[in-house]
């Protein structure tokens, strides 16, 4: 389950990435049976075919759980929530027959092998099948039937009939974005786990992944990164063939047409009450460098900007319109404005800058003179997209048709 929640992770922590309503399958389905025994609170919830996938993927190899002989139930369909209760705390909930049947065998074994482990189980019934419930709390299994009594449960949670329109009836993971600091506390490189955690809830609502791809599902609102970034249009990409030696992790966003592009993300500021702000470290920027941080961008006719973290620091790369040659690493005259211009996750350590024809880096200077360019680019690097978020092991490429992850493959 750290696997998949930190994919989750890294995808919003780089760029925020998608819009409930472009890209997803568009097929809606009935609401999963099992989903009805899921507590409305629950902080994920996996949707499986078959259970021992559904463990494999969200199951700690240390969970008590993992002891128990699921027999025949090992190919039954399955839902996994994952529930806080002061600690995270996963919660089986296996379709075991239809409603009134006689109990199976192996539920049966399953309830008194629980039981001989002091772990909370139920068998209850639903509308059309009965659900068996394992957990290694008492408590959440309390609170599960408890749900189900009063037919609450996390289909009733704020814009859950949202992630329904998304699911396509293959196994899918769906997290609640403001959860996430409770299921991974990694950080993304330099990034601490709190930014990165504060980043995600904010960015959307819910995230659904589902067979290789990702679908963040949220309300039509200006206030979400996901659903600036789905504004704006994809734009191509040159970043691969100038893909740093060392590099550990890179954000990048294709800028494309400039002034729809600053208009779009001024309206999310300002959707977020941050807009003031952001026009105040502007100003204060032009009366210390002399410059306008927007003339300074539409001079230089931006059009892609990428966060390189390093293990020595983070660069930040700036392609412009034009190829300039290098005079060497000299003092940055504009600190600051590339953080100012684009967000929080740019180097604020920008003391330095140093050409290299169309691109313009910023950073240390020590990180500046062992700079090394073409080191080799990820093989799955789009052409063009909205977004590109590459990590040493994953990489998520947004285009217009969807947000695929990948292995990353350099």
Known sequence: MRKCVLILLIA?????LHSCAEGAPGVSQEAPELLKAVPSDALCVGLFGRLDHGMEQMIDSLSALRSLDYGKLSRSRAAIAL???????????????????????SVRSLLDMADTLKLGAALLELDTHDALL?????????????HVASESSILDAPDFPLVLDVLTGADAIVLRNRGANRLQ????????????????RDAAEWTVL????????CPDSDRYFTNFIASVPEAPSKFAASFPEGAVAVVDLPVGELKEWRSAYEGWLDARIELESYQKRLDVLKKSAGKDPLNWEKELGVKEVSCVMMP??????VRTAKSVSSD???VNPYKGFVRALYGSLFNPADSCCVRSGVWLISGERALLDSLKLGGGRPS???????????????????????????NSNR
């Open 134 to 146: 394992l957990s290694e709390s008492s408590t959440v299994i309390t609170i599960a039937r408890r």
């Open 380 to 406: 799955s690097w789009p052409a063009a997209a909205k977004v590109v978020a590459w990590s040493e092991d994953n990489q998520i490429n947004w285009t217009k048709e969807n947000i695929k992850i990948w």
């Open 185 to 200: 506390r990694a950080g993304f490189g330099p990034l601490s786990p709190k930014t990165v955690a504060a980043f995600v």
């Open 328 to 330: 060497g690493v000299q």
């Open 210 to 217: 589902s067979g290789g791809r990702l679908w963040p599902v």
């Open 12 to 16: 919003f922590s780089c760029a925020g």
């Open 83 to 105: 529930c806080d209760i002061g600690s995270v705390c996963p919660l089986l909930i296996i379709e075991a027959g239809k409603a009134g049947a006689d109990t199976l065998e």
């Open 312 to 317: 020595e620091g983070t660069l930040n790369m």
